[in-house]
């Protein structure tokens, strides 16, 4: 059976608890690498957001997931999603900055400098 990617950790870095006022200018970036483990299909996927707000704070959501590779793409674009939606960005600013995201596979990073660990190890 595939089991879903679902979260296995999270860490959030957040100057204040929701975003005011987003309609003023919000940013967003991400990154993400992942490897094999377990049964074949499965796999570890960590994502990390950073939000920028017109005002320059910066909101940094960092999460592991962990099950089948069959829907990597989706948990990349849900983890953003929830990650606005969690400060309460509203639901229409959410779907026009999200509305034609595909993952760019330029944002991959290898496990190990993803990490901060030396590849050589």
């Avoid at 990617?5 to 919000?26: A, F, S, V, W």
């Avoid at 940013?27 to 490897?35: A, E, N, V």
């Avoid at 005002?55 to 948990?75: S, V």
Wanted: charged letters at 30%.
């Amino acid at each position: 059976m595939k089991a879903p990617l679902r979260e296995i950790g999270r860490e959030n870095c957040h100057p204040q608890d929701t975003i005011e006022d987003g309609m003023r200018g919000l940013t967003y970036d991400y990154c993400f690498s992942g490897k094999r483990v377990g049964p074949v299909g499965q796999i570890e996927l960590h994502v990390t957001s950073v939000l920028t707000d017109w005002a320059g704070n910066i909101y940094t959501r960092k999460c592991r997931y962990l099950g089948h590779k069959e829907r990597w793409r989706d948990c990349i674009r849900s983890h953003i999603i929830k990650h606005l939606t969690d400060l309460y960005v509203g639901q229409m600013l959410v779907r026009a900055m999200m509305g034609n995201f595909e993952v760019d596979h330029k944002k991959y990073k290898d496990w190990n400098s993803y990490h901060g660990q030396d590849s050589k190890e």
